[in-house]
């Protein structure tokens, strides 16, 4: 046994960091000394519950995939965050949404028949994929190719109607938003059929996601989560065991850097910070360092995987002639039937739909260059970009938008971007190597560093239980190594 109370810190205080830190208080209490250091001045990293005009939403994390087996599922039903206050309404409230409408742009209509062919066609070859079907070859390696092959048996009669192209890209923008990979060519294919999904409804959280988090954070004793504790540095592989292996340097914000001793560091940062870290011309001062700096497969990997953008939009109407606003899909022209001003960062985006039936809150979620673009408008010419996508499609009667709210994922420092996605030149492995703590090997100094988040689970990476597994899994580790558990 190397130390009596092993010093711990854990940084950032999303998902991950706080279900490790969740883990290692309930099982081992006072034995263990544990801090987590968070740059930001919140709870919940990529999960922020929010109200807008009246309605609950979510800026970040939305759905629970799935609720059979979900852990999130598990904790959200077991602190009652599932049952609604009807005085407070929430995002899709009523389930996922169905029936949309489907327009065209210049105007009309598309058949519910040519929707439901095109996206049934659509989710059989994605099925296909994701069961293992495909055989992986150079040609079909990416979900982009992939789906370009599958598509001209659809095509196939000549017809040169571009209303099945549109509504094919329907899909795959949706398939941008779920996967946030920009382009589907850099989406590897056979990572496609590692990727697991829970059983039974999605659902979202009624009180909110953030409930989940203030939870887990709720057994940790007073002053153990610090905010506005930026790490920039950390040290390990430190000769001077006695003391500690690991040193946080941490920036408190007022110019003055403090230093904390560990024996144990669970790093669980997004992919996009480590990412930034490891960038040569990075400006020192902003960006997060190991020193001495990670071994070469840990960067590899970090390089490999992508980490793509994905935003959420919220467009409050002001009720326009009192019809309900549609879910409406989305049929772009191809470039030479342009009509109207509709804005390039509104190209590729599938739908725009209320936030519930009934709801003044619209939703529009975008992914990747045209979710970076809109990050930097002002809101005045987000409005008129949706206003003129609007008028292009002929939607009248619903009204004007009075304000938006969105996301800013890929601009906040502390994320850099919304998720990870395996891309082609990757794989699942390098997910692992994302996980693998350092140094490697089981010497005395083993355990050193460890690494926790979304990024850095093989199968469920993307999504809030991928984070938890990932936080269990290291809380674990450790818990093992000190002999909490067998
Ligand atoms: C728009 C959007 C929609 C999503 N929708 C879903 C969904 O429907 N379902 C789902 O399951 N998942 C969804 N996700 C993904 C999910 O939110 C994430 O996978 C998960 O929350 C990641 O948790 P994490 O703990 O790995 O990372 P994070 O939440 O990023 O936590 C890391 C923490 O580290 C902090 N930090 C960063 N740098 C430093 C530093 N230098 N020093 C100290 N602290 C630092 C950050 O502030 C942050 O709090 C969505 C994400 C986004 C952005």
């Known amino acids: ?58 800026m970040g994390a939305t759905w629970i995939h799935g609720i059979e087996g979900s852990p999130v599922h598990a904790i959200a ?53 994701r069961e293992g079907k495909v055989p992986v070859t150079a040609e079909n390696g990416s ?15 000549g017809s040169g109607d571009w209303t ?13 938003t779920y996967t946030s990979a920009d382009d589907l060519d850099t989406l590897d294919l056979a990572a496609e059929s590692e990727y697991k999904e829970f ?50 340097h941490v920036d408190g914000g007022m110019e003055e850097e403090e230093v904390l001793v560990a024996d144990h560091v669970i790093v669980t940062v997004s992919l996009g910070v480590l990412k930034a870290g490891l960038r040569k011309d990075a400006d020192p001062g902003s960006v997060m360092r190991f020193t001495p700096g990670l071994p070469g497969f840990k960067r590899e990997a970090i ?19 009192g019809e309900e606003f549609p879910y409406l899909q989305l049929a772009f022209k191809p470039a030479e039937g342009h009509v109207g001003k509709i804005p390039r960062w509104m190209r590729r985006t599938a739908s725009i739909c ?8 619209l939703l529009a979620w975008l992914a990747g260059e045209a979710a970076a673009e809109m990050e930097e408008l002002e809101d005045d010419d987000v409005i008129s970009g949706v206003k003129a996508t609007l008028e292009a499609f002929h939607v009248s009667g619903v009204g004007r938008i009075l304000r938006v709210r969105r996301s800013q994922w890929r601009k906040n420092p502390l994320f850099l971007g919304s998720y990870s996605y395996v891309t082609v030149g990757s794989s699942g492995d390098d997910l ?23 990024a850095t689970h093989r199968t469920h990476y993307s999504t809030t239980h991928g984070a938890y597994f990932s936080g269990i899994r290291e809380a674990n580790r450790l818990l093992q190594y000190y002999r909490f558990l067998w």
């Open 77 to 129: 039903a077991g602190i009652g965050a599932l049952s609604a206050d009807p005085l407070d309404p929430y995002e899709r409230m009523d389930g996922f949404p169905n029936d949309p409408v489907t327009v065209a742009e210049g105007g009309g209509v598309v058949a519910p028949s040519v929707v439901d062919s095109v996206s049934l066609f659509y989710k059989n070859l994605m099925d296909s994929a």
């Open 143 to 157: 979900v982009g190719s992939f789906l370009r092959s599958g598509k001209g048996s659809l095509t196939a009669d």
């Open 199 to 248: 059983g039974g409804d999605q659902i979202t959280i009624a009180k909110g996601y953030s409930r989940v988090i203030e939870h887990l954070a709720g057994v940790l004793p007073e002053g153990s989560i610090r905010f506005n504790a930026k790490v920039r540095d950390i040290e390990w592989c430190h000769v001077d065991v006695g003391e500690g292996p690991v040193r946080v």
């Open 432 to 454: 692992d190597l994302m996980a693998e703590p350092l140094p490697r090997g089981k010497s005395s100094s083993a355990l050193q560093l460890l690494f926790a988040g979304e």
């Open 1 to 58: 046994m190397v130390v009596k109370r092993p010093r711990i810190v854990i940084v950032g205080a999303g998902m991950a960091g706080l279900t490790a830190a969740h883990r290692l208080r309930t099982v081992a209490g006072d034995l263990i000394d544990l801090s987590v250091l968070e740059a930001g001045e919140r709870l919940g990293g990529r999960i922020l519950s929010s109200h807008f005009a009246g309605d609950r939403v979510e």
């Open 354 to 361: 209320p936030i519930y039936g009934g709801s003044r809150v």
């Open 303 to 321: 390089g490999r995987l992508g980490f793509g953008v994905v935003d959420k939009l919220f467009m409050e109407m002001d009720g326009g002639d």
């Open 164 to 176: 099945l192209d549109s509504v094919f890209a329907i899909s795959e923008n949706t398939e941008r």
